[in-house]
């Protein structure tokens, strides 16, 4: 059992686990995809994940890169060994392959919002084959977002010239971020900025496509090149009229969505704690193919407690039913996560730039023994933050987090008014994904 139990808390430490959800009660398949970026450093990929919740951020539960982790390997080992390779691909592993794939990157030097921080939006991949490949570029957003058919973007991805091609990547991403500053200088938040510019891009590469034979045509001279790929830019490049026009369509929407629908705000995802929070219904799935069935007893909130002093966090999530023991569903290929319940805090509520820190419990990894029953109180990956390890206790149905602030400097920005959100999460043997929110 040690054993295992040091190859839960490296899962914990890594943060990238499948989430599971799904749409069948019957077994899926495991399967292995594969992500190719192109034109996209390294150096500015923060993370990458399926959005199996559809809330367009990268929650704790998202995609496994391929690795082997070594007994002894310290962090920069494993961190090493999670990033993109030689041919700059990722590996997934995965149940449910159509669910949408988020990259958040930063780039504080070309980026002057958000601390550099965006996130694009990619299409789930389509088939159930083994290795499929996607592509993850700021062109295949394009595509994904419905801005560019994939006839149009195969002209640009099958230039000719080497060199050329690379170049045209590497505009398109920096012209990206150049009109990014310009929206959230004009007021969009950021999502809205990062949805427009694709969608203006995408509109006028349609418009270019000659623009593909010129490059063509240049064969290697790179200073034809460099001029074509100038006019591309330029093109592309969202003009201070244009974005005016951008900006009076985006308010004419808002002030519709807002009209007809005042209920859909995120604001209500978010309470600041008074004593103790009763959540008296017996929840329903809220997603998926059994949107609708009562979800199991041990990710069902009953009581919610927060008390937050100048040195101290204390959380009290009392549920339903908690078990002494639980059903290991896994099999010994997988490490997705299983079991979680977690409590998020809002330490930044700025609506262009939001930010949270979360401390939870999870069951997940790889388990010896399929259908094995495992001890809640020993199987428990404890994590804060950025997945480091800590104490907690259970006691009867309730899960009691006792943390110190010195434990990570972003817990000091937790205050008493600090807004709270719970959020568990249980994937069955069929890999369908049951979720319990308070608020919801």
Same mark, same amino acid.
């Given at each position: 059992?040690?054993?295992?139990?040091?190859?839960?808390?490296?899962?914990?430490?890594?943060?990238?686990?499948?989430?599971?959800?799904?749409?069948?009660?019957?077994?899926?398949?495991?399967?292995?995809?594969?992500?190719?970026?192109?034109?996209? !450093?390294?150096?500015?990929?923060?993370?990458?994940?399926?959005?199996?919740?559809?809330?367009?951020?990268?929650?704790?539960?998202?995609?496994?890169?391929?690795?082997?982790?070594?007994?002894?390997?310290?962090?920069?080992?494993?961190?090493?060994?999670?990033?993109?390779?030689?041919?700059?691909?990722?590996?997934?592993?995965?149940?449910?392959?159509?669910?949408?794939?988020?990259?958040?990157?930063?780039?504080?030097?070309?980026?002057?919002?958000?601390?550099?921080?965006?996130?694009?939006?990619?299409?789930?991949?389509? =088939?159930?084959?083994?290795?499929?490949?996607?592509?993850?570029?700021?062109?295949?957003?394009?595509?994904?977002?419905?801005?560019?058919?994939?006839?149009?973007?195969?002209?640009?991805?099958?230039?000719?010239?080497?060199?050329?091609?690379?170049?045209?990547?590497?505009?398109?991403?920096?012209?990206?971020?150049?009109?990014?500053?310009?929206?959230?200088?004009?007021?969009?938040?950021?999502?809205?900025?990062?949805?427009?510019?694709?969608?203006?891009?995408?509109?006028?590469?349609?418009?270019?496509?000659?623009?593909?034979?010129?490059?063509?045509?240049?064969?290697?001279?790179?200073?034809?090149?460099?001029?074509?790929?100038?006019?591309?830019?330029?093109?592309?490049?969202?003009?201070?009229?244009?974005?005016?026009?951008?900006?009076?369509?985006?308010?004419?929407?808002?002030?519709?969505?807002?009209?007809?629908?005042?209920?859909?705000?995120?604001?209500?995802?978010?309470?600041?704690?008074?004593?103790?929070?009763?959540?008296?219904?017996?929840?329903?799935?809220?997603?998926?193919?059994?949107?609708?069935?009562?979800?199991?007893?041990?990710?069902?909130?009953?009581?919610?407690?927060?008390?937050?002093?100048?040195?101290?966090?204390?959380?009290?999530? =009392?549920?339903?039913?908690?078990?002494?023991?639980?059903?290991?569903?896994?099999?010994?290929?997988?490490?997705?996560?299983?079991?979680?319940?977690?409590?998020?805090?809002?330490?930044?509520?700025?609506?262009?730039?939001?930010?949270?820190?979360?401390?939870?419990?999870?069951?997940?990894?790889?388990? !010896?023994?399929?259908?094995?029953?495992?001890?809640? =109180?020993?199987?428990?990956?404890?994590?804060?933050?950025?997945?480091?390890?800590?104490?907690?206790?259970?006691?009867?149905?309730?899960?009691?987090?006792?943390?110190?602030?010195?434990?990570?400097?972003?817990?000091?920005?937790?205050?008493?008014?600090?807004?709270?959100?719970?959020?568990?999460?249980?994937?069955?043997?069929?890999?369908?994904?049951?979720?319990?929110?308070?608020?919801?």
């Amino acid at each position: 059992m040690k054993k295992f139990l040091w190859s839960l808390s490296i899962v914990a430490l890594v943060g990238l686990v499948n989430c599971g959800g799904g749409s069948s009660k019957e077994a899926k398949e495991l399967l292995q995809k594969i992500l190719q970026f192109v034109g996209i !450093p390294q150096t500015i990929i923060v993370n990458v994940c399926q959005d199996s919740n559809r809330d367009g951020m990268c929650n704790i539960g998202e995609i496994q890169a391929k690795v082997t982790i070594n007994k002894g390997d310290t962090v920069d080992d494993i961190w090493q060994k999670i990033a993109l390779n030689s041919e700059g691909q990722y590996f997934l592993e995965t149940y449910n392959p159509e669910f949408p794939i988020l990259l958040e990157v930063q780039d504080t030097s070309k980026v002057d919002f958000d601390d550099g921080k965006f996130t694009l939006t990619f299409d789930g991949f389509k =088939t159930k084959e083994q290795n499929e490949t996607k592509e993850i570029s700021v062109l295949e957003s394009m595509v994904d977002a419905d801005a560019l058919s994939k006839a149009e973007a195969d002209s640009f991805r099958t230039l000719t010239n080497a060199e050329a091609q690379e170049k045209f990547y590497t505009t398109l991403l920096g012209d990206l971020e150049t009109n990014i500053n310009t929206l959230r200088r004009d007021g969009l938040d950021s999502k809205t900025a990062v949805t427009a510019t694709i969608k203006e891009m995408g509109d006028e590469t349609k418009a270019n496509q000659e623009s593909a034979d010129r490059i063509n045509s240049c064969g290697d001279d790179q200073s034809c090149v460099d001029k074509e790929i100038k006019k591309v830019s330029d093109e592309l490049i969202i003009t201070e009229e244009e974005a005016n026009i951008l900006l009076d369509n985006n308010s004419s929407n808002t002030n519709n969505t807002n009209s007809s629908n005042n209920t859909n705000n995120s604001d209500n995802k978010w309470i600041v704690p008074n004593g103790v929070m009763k959540d008296e219904v017996s929840e329903k799935q809220m997603f998926g193919n059994y949107k609708g069935e009562i979800i199991p007893e041990f990710i069902d909130l009953s009581e919610l407690e927060v008390e937050v002093t100048d040195t101290n966090i204390l959380v009290k999530i =009392t549920l339903l039913n908690l078990p002494q023991k639980l059903i290991y569903n896994r099999d010994t290929n997988s490490t997705s996560t299983e079991y979680e319940w977690v409590i998020d805090f809002l330490i930044n509520d700025d609506v262009n730039n939001k930010e949270t820190v979360w401390f939870g419990a999870a069951i997940a990894g790889l388990h !010896p023994d399929e259908g094995e029953k495992i001890g809640i =109180t020993s199987d428990i990956i404890y994590t804060i933050g950025h997945y480091r390890p800590f104490n907690i206790n259970i006691k009867h149905n309730t899960i009691i987090f006792n943390i110190p602030k010195s434990l990570d400097s972003n817990l000091e920005k937790i205050t008493s008014e600090t807004k709270v959100h719970f959020r568990a999460s249980h994937t069955d043997n069929g890999n369908d994904r049951y979720y319990d929110e308070y608020p919801n």
